[in-house]
């Protein structure tokens, strides 16, 4: 590799010199009362002296050693695996030939390649699966723990470690976050000093998640920390940052009833203490006392008992947690490039209903879920109707011409239902389907009955224009002229019986009144 392409260390910024520098009051005790004694990361300079962040560029980092995820890097689809491939060179491929019957969530140290960096550790990353999300959290968390014991182990003293997991979830990807910075912090107090160095890079779209995160995780000041607390899981960890649940430990203790002697007189007594042992275990059990016990009982139903648990979170921390979730889109969807999306014409404003309320338009035969960025797609959504959901509105939907490739799928929807904070919900006026078809209309009510029960009330078909005006005037709505061209051909008796003839352009309709043309 280019020797002037290499990142030394000492081009990056360390997270201990950021915009908040630690305070005097960080080596002073305080008393129980104060908020800082709760905190569950301190304020340790030593160790936030040790944190850099940066955007991508890992395969030119010049450290003692990187971390790299197999599956990704090995498949060559992402732009991770493709720069380092670049710059390591053909033999890194054909190690990876050779990497086989590897467990999820443990390392190999192995040679740097053409990389600056002198070693890689290669992690087995899990895939990330909401369905599976507890085992998914305890092999990253194995991946991000083994990398750093490793590195100690082989006097590593500084480390880079490139995102270990792959999702476009922004709920999934803040606890994949959280597990990274927690994680790293919980070894780094136990392998200190031993690592100077740890470094994240991380992509574009996540380098505002962590610099929010690594406040709580790695607190500058102890207003730093106090403030971001609240950010941190509130489960409990253990020493090296797993997760540990009360509810998933083994608890085993002695059977009740049996009683041992706690002393044998003589050798040549032994065989009549045994014996007298037997009879008085035999005396003093109690069958049904036996059955009682807590390892004898069926435990019960633990998925009862968690769903249980979640019904009790008050709605206030859901609410708080889906909140801060559609702040962060909401924030994306105003720096990303969103030019593709706006091109297509698929979302746009008009003017107001008959009542006075706004509307927005969704055309589903420009949205082409083949080739569009679904992600951005709702980054869009968000950025035009977060100005209008503030009171009442009214959302169009024009299903005509649409096909199967329009149609975005059902987990998508349910995942952009479940994003959207609840103001969309509360003042949705109407959603307006114009040609529904009868599979559009089934999948509604399917929809609405399961998952979104708030909006049932607010849905309404709408076979043709003309019905369409009786809730928004034609001069506060611009339809598609292919909208036009169908609603015409199919229903051409509506127009005749009312004497109207073709929508004009702008979307207003043309009457005839005793052979003369007038226009609305």
């Known amino acids: 590799m280019n020797v002037s392409s290499v990142i030394k260390i000492e081009s990056l910024k360390p997270w201990d010199t950021g915009d908040k520098n630690t305070d005097e009051t960080t ?48 498949l060559r689809q992402t732009s991770l695996a493709q720069e380092v491939h670049s710059a390591a060179g053909p033999l890194l491929a054909n190690y990876y030939k050779t990497l086989k019957d590897i467990k999820t969530g443990s390392v190999i140290l192995g040679t740097g390649y053409d990389l600056p960096a002198r070693y890689i550790i290669h992690a087995k990353e899990p895939g990330i ?66 690592i100077q160095t740890v470094v994240f890079c991380v992509l574009e779209d996540s380098v505002e998640l962590y610099t929010y995160f690594l406040r709580a995780y790695f607190p500058r000041s102890v207003e730093e920390a106090v403030t971001n ?53 035999r ?37 708080a947690s889906q909140d801060r979730i559609y702040q962060r889109l ?29 509307v927005a338009v969704l055309v589903a035969k420009y949205i082409n879920t083949q080739q569009m960025n679904l992600d951005k797609a709702l980054l869009y959504f968000i950025q035009m109707l977060d100005s209008i959901v503030k009171k009442k509105y009214t959302l169009v939907y024009f299903h005509t ?45 399917f929809f609405t009955t399961f998952s979104a029960s708030e909006v049932r009330g607010q849905i309404s078909s709408v076979k043709n224009i003309p019905d369409l005006y009786k809730y928004i005037a034609p001069d506060q709505i611009d339809i598609p002229p292919f909208v036009i061209d169908y609603d015409l051909k199919v229903n051409a008796e509506i127009y005749h019986k009312q004497n109207m003839q073709s929508p004009k352009p702008d979307g207003s309709l043309a009457l005839e009144d005793s052979g003369n043309r007038m226009s609305l």
């Not at 305080?30 to 890992?58: A, M, T, W």
Request: glycine content about 4%; some cysteine; aromatic content about 6%.
């Open 27 to 74: 080596g002073c005790e305080f008393d129980e009362s104060h908020p800082y004694s709760n905190c569950k990361f301190k304020v340790r300079p030593d160790l936030n002296s040790c944190i850099y962040l940066c955007q991508g560029g890992i395969a030119h980092l010049g450290l003692d050693c990187v971390v790299l995820p197999i599956n990704e890097v090995s």
């Open 229 to 281: 607390a609240s950010l941190i899981p509130s489960y409990s960890r253990g020493e090296w940052g797993e997760r540990v649940d009360a509810d998933r430990a083994i608890r085993i203790t002695d059977l009740v009833g049996i009683k041992r002697s706690t002393s044998i007189e003589t050798e040549s007594e032994s065989s009549s203490v045994a014996s007298e042992m037997h009879n008085d275990i």
């Open 330 to 358: 909401l924030r994306l969807a105003r720096t990303d490039d969103l030019s593709e999306i706006i091109s297509s014409k698929a979302l746009y404003l008009c003017g107001d209903d008959r009542d006075g309320a706004p």
């Open 283 to 319: 005396k003093d059990i109690d069958p049904t006392e036996a059955t009682r016990h807590s390892f004898a009982l069926m435990s019960g139903d633990h998925d009862s008992k968690r769903m249980k648990q979640m019904r009790s979170m008050t709605n206030e921390k859901m609410l």
């Open 401 to 445: 011409f649409s096909q199967s490739c329009n149609h975005p799928p059902m987990s998508f929807i349910r995942r952009v239902y479940n994003v959207l904070d609840k103001r969309y919900r509360q003042n949705l006026k109407n959603l307006l389907m114009v040609h529904p078809t009868l599979w559009s209309r089934v999948l509604a009510w």
């Open 129 to 194: 699966s909401a369905k599976h999300q507890s085992a998914v959290e305890t092999s990253l968390h194995r991946c991000y723990c083994n990398a750093l014991q490793k590195a100690a182990e082989n006097n590593v003293a500084s480390i880079a470690f490139a995102p270990l997991y792959e999702t476009y979830d922004p709920a999934l990807k803040e606890q994949m976050a959280h597990l990274a910075l927690g994680t790293v912090r919980c070894c780094l107090e136990k392998l200190s000093p031993s």
